[in-house]
């Protein structure tokens, strides 16, 4: 699976948009961006994911650049229960381990009033 | 919605004893895992299973065992449990669809305390 990096740390006003970004520089043509959020003490919950276009559901949208090489995950009105730390994660969609996901640090989201 | 249900939220177990943690979920998964999760470690996947009666090893499995007899059900057993196991154990499952594995659904947790 091709690594991601993020920044370890955000700050976001409450109700402003929150954009959080990724750089995957080694994804493969057959991986896709996946985001999960991990808010304290819980499980992580799953986001969004894409291949290549962007995307968008009821709880954020996911804009992959053209090259792959990076994503931001936007949440667009945020508020202090988005207080999380976020996961992105690339990986093809194989069964087996081939589709295991690999968690790295992510980043901490702090949505302040 | 999918649920992942974990059989305890805290446990509180002693050193040496055989510990069970039970994972169930109710939609047809079927791939099943087990992470463990510590802070600056991040989540690392200890087993994982696609199949009844399959098991495959994640990248910390030493000291775990695990069984699924059921489709639904995912159990990790510490053989003899340990101060080091003290951890945030985390079940997952995920759907395989034409051959394809997809999005993950988490339970809450169960903290483990090995005194």
């Known amino acids: 699976d091709a690594k991601t990096t993020q920044p370890p740390s955000m700050d976001c006003a409450e109700g402003r948009a929150a954009n959080l970004p990724c750089n995957h520089s080694?994804?493969?043509?057959?991986?896709?961006v996946y985001w999960y959020r991990q808010i304290h003490s819980q499980g992580p919950q799953y986001i969004i994911h894409?291949?290549?276009n962007n995307e968008t559901n009821e709880m954020a949208s996911l804009i992959i650049t053209e090259d792959r090489k990076s994503s931001t995950l936007i949440l667009p009105h945020a508020t202090l229960r988005d207080t999380a730390v976020y996961y992105c994660?690339?990986?093809?969609?194989?069964?087996?381990?081939?589709?295991?996901?690999?968690f790295g640090k992510g980043t901490k989201l702090s949505v302040k009033p | 919605d999918v649920k992942v249900t974990q059989s305890s939220r805290y446990l509180v177990k002693r050193t040496g004893e055989k510990v069970f943690l039970e994972c169930v979920q109710d939609m047809d998964h079927e791939n099943m895992f087990w992470y463990r999760q510590d802070p600056g470690l991040g989540l690392r996947l200890i087993y994982f299973s696609y199949d009844v009666k399959m098991k495959e090893k994640g990248d910390i499995p030493e000291g775990y065992s695990v069984s699924r007899e059921k489709k639904e059900r995912f159990s990790l057993i510490l053989e003899s449990a340990s101060t080091n196991q003290t951890s945030m154990y985390l079940c997952a499952s995920s759907p395989i669809i034409q051959g394809q594995s997809y999005g993950y659904t988490f339970g809450s947790g169960t903290r483990l305390t090995v005194v």
């Open positions: 994660i690339v990986r093809a969609n194989y069964g087996g381990s081939q589709g295991n996901l690999i």
């Open positions: 080694t994804i493969s043509g057959n991986e896709y």
């Open positions: 894409g291949l290549k």
